[in-house]
């Protein structure tokens, strides 16, 4: 089955400590992103990879790394969480970066950095 | 600048009536696409639709449908004779050509009371 997959899916950390959101797809994708979702500002984009070691910052890239190592996964590393990083986050891929590609999502981790 | 604003933050409607998202995009660009996504109590985020700026067709798929109109910068969803199963986030989206980002509205939290 086709399909991203994000884990975990809910996180409990606390400030200071080093984690990693892992993201992998199996559709042969060449372009990932994060996003972060927030109560009334929609999503936001991270950082994005429009291939194998190729990336770059999207809108709110403060705070976050991300790797493209192999062409099918793509983590989101949080080096020092803060508590305004408390978020709903999301993995997405699509065959290629143009506009008009639709975007496959992965079922989202729920961050909270107490 | 590109935006894409959703005025309604929350809608709440009794099943089977009929309601209407709306989405107001602003773009320089003349070769733009929207999107329409729905986000389910779940969490995932899953693609409706795709429509790009030069085909202003009204698309219908089952009870939904899309309004697309250029004079007025909107692309409005309706859900006729609404069910429970209806009720999620949904989020507008827009991809112009100029710089490959997808903006996102905030999203509308439609509610379908049984």
């Known amino acids: 089955e086709a399909q991203v997959t994000q884990n975990p899916r809910y996180l409990i950390t606390v400030t200071g400590k080093k984690l990693t959101v892992t993201c992998s797809q199996n559709?042969?994708?060449?372009?990932m992103s994060w996003y972060r979702q927030d109560p009334g500002l929609g999503l936001r984009q991270i950082y994005y990879?429009?291939?194998?070691?190729?990336?770059d910052k999207g809108d709110v890239p403060e705070g976050y790394k991300v790797s493209r190592k192999e062409k099918r996964n793509f983590p989101l590393i949080l080096e020092s969480p803060s508590p305004n990083q408390t978020s709903l986050y999301f993995c997405?891929?699509?065959?290629?970066?143009?506009?008009?590609?639709?975007?496959?999502f992965g079922s989202g981790t729920q961050l909270s950095v107490l | 600048a590109q935006k894409v604003t959703q005025a309604q933050t929350e809608i709440s409607v009794v099943e089977k009536e009929d309601v209407t998202l709306d989405c107001v995009y602003e773009?320089?660009?003349?070769?733009?696409?929207l999107f329409w996504y729905k986000q389910p109590p779940s969490g995932e985020l899953v693609f409706l639709i795709r429509?790009?700026?030069?085909d202003e067709q009204n698309e219908i798929s089952g009870r939904y449908s899309w309004n697309f109109q250029k004079s007025t910068s909107s692309f409005n969803f309706t859900i006729t004779a609404s069910q429970v199963v209806d009720s999620a986030v949904y989020f507008c989206?827009?991809?112009?050509?100029?710089?490959?980002?997808?903006?996102w509205g905030a999203g509308t939290k439609l509610i379908i009371k049984p």
């Open positions: 773009t320089r660009d003349t070769t733009y696409y």
């Open positions: 990879s429009m291939n194998v070691e190729v990336t």
């Open positions: 997405a891929s699509s065959l290629r970066r143009v506009i008009n590609e639709k975007l496959f």
């Open positions: 989206a827009l991809s112009a050509r100029s710089n490959y980002q997808l903006i």
């Open positions: 429509r790009n700026s030069f």
């Open positions: 559709m042969n994708h060449e372009y």
